[in-house]
């Protein structure tokens, strides 16, 4: 019995020393977490770090306090194999292109063909691109998929497509008399009149509905728009971009304005998702270091002055001498207003602004 009690107090003497031992490098590991967490400071609308090195001075990057935590849905992302900005030959056709983090493409629903009521789950981040991205459930068939995430759009509200929607109404024999007496813009007033009417009662043009332009209301503002009937969108898909519908007909093609002060024709059975594409403060972030760009898969720019004659038309000479040209691309191209489009767009009705 004595031999057992001095065991037990010597296994109970070696547990004591062994918690004193590890309770100071618990503090320590807690002290510091609390001094990295005090590090940085997120206002809700930007995320800012202490100067602790010289790239963190100026860094500045948008908040992601709303967006979900963990990863991807797996079945809805597909491996992004990279090229280092070359060929199959092996031949380096886009420069500045290497490294960077490992990703995963998330494939993104720009078509919204699918009908019926879909709830948003949650809002993610996408490293493939500027905007952030929600997660919508099907509430009827339960199938999950992603949109691109409108401004005002939150976990719990019910986005719909309206995509498949038909709005044929049949003309009575009254109507038919009253039409034969009508001249045609009387007619046309009357038809717009009947199909806007025809829309209010079947469409509910909210933030995160999509539609064809025939159905939206002119003066709205739209995002996600497509450029061929039944086709996905195309335009006004990155951080904070939108456009506004200027004119729409029951057939034939739309007007739209750009961001850019650019009002272009549209098919009026092309999709657009109704609101302005979220994260608009992206266009206000600094990532403060040369890491950050490479960590993102950019390689260092090197200017034409700074290389040899043959390797740049800048290159060569002394000092910092141009050799007395225009700034132009390595392969002769001019940098700065030279013209590259031959042919008109049809489909243009007013290009941007020029400077």
């Not at 001075?57 to 709303?66: L, N």
């Not at 043009?205 to 497509?226: A, D, R, S, W």
């Amino acid at each position: 019995m004595l031999a057992l009690r001095r065991a037990l107090q010597s296994c109970s003497l070696s547990l004591s020393a062994n918690v004193k031992r590890i309770a100071p490098v618990q503090a320590a590991a807690n002290q510091q977490k609390v001094r990295l967490m005090s590090n940085t400071k997120d206002d809700g609308q930007f995320k800012t770090w202490k100067p602790l090195a010289p790239t963190l001075r100026q860094r500045r990057m948008v908040s992601r306090k709303d967006l979900h935590k963990g990863s991807p849905i797996r079945e809805l992302t597909v491996a992004k194999r990279k090229s280092g900005g070359r060929n199959s030959t092996g031949r380096i056709t886009c420069r500045h292109r290497g490294g960077g983090v490992k990703r995963r493409i998330r494939l993104v629903d720009f078509k919204r063909s699918e009908p019926g009521p879909q709830q948003v789950v949650r809002l993610e981040y996408d490293p493939g691109r500027t905007a952030h991205i929600a997660l919508i459930k099907h509430m009827e068939t339960g199938k999950l998929s992603y949109i691109l995430a409108p401004m005002g759009l939150k976990p719990g509200s019910v986005v719909q497509s309206y995509m498949r929607v038909k709005l044929d109404t049949p003309k009575t024999d009254i109507e038919m008399e009253i039409g034969s007496t009508m001249s045609a813009a009387e007619q046309q007033e009357v038809e717009a009149s009947s199909m806007q009417a025809d829309i209010a009662s079947k469409v509910n043009v909210e933030v995160g509905n999509c539609m064809p332009l025939k159905m939206i209301p002119i003066g709205t503002t739209i995002h996600n728009i497509g450029l061929h009937a039944q086709g996905r969108g195309q335009l006004a898909r990155s951080a904070g971009a939108s456009a506004q519908l200027l004119y729409t007909a029951p057939t034939g093609v739309a007007q739209i304005r750009l961001m850019s002060g650019e009002i272009r024709r549209i098919p009026v059975d092309a999709c657009a998702t109704i609101g302005q594409v979220s994260n608009t403060n992206h266009k206000h972030e600094k990532l403060g270091g040369a890491g950050a760009r490479r960590r993102r898969g950019w390689r260092p720019t090197v200017r034409g002055t700074a290389m040899n004659t043959h390797d740049h038309p800048h290159g060569g000479g002394r000092g910092k001498s141009k050799g007395n040209k225009h700034p132009r691309s390595p392969w002769g191209k001019l940098a700065k207003g030279g013209k590259t489009r031959h042919t008109k767009n049809p489909m243009l009705v007013r290009g941007r602004p020029r400077r």
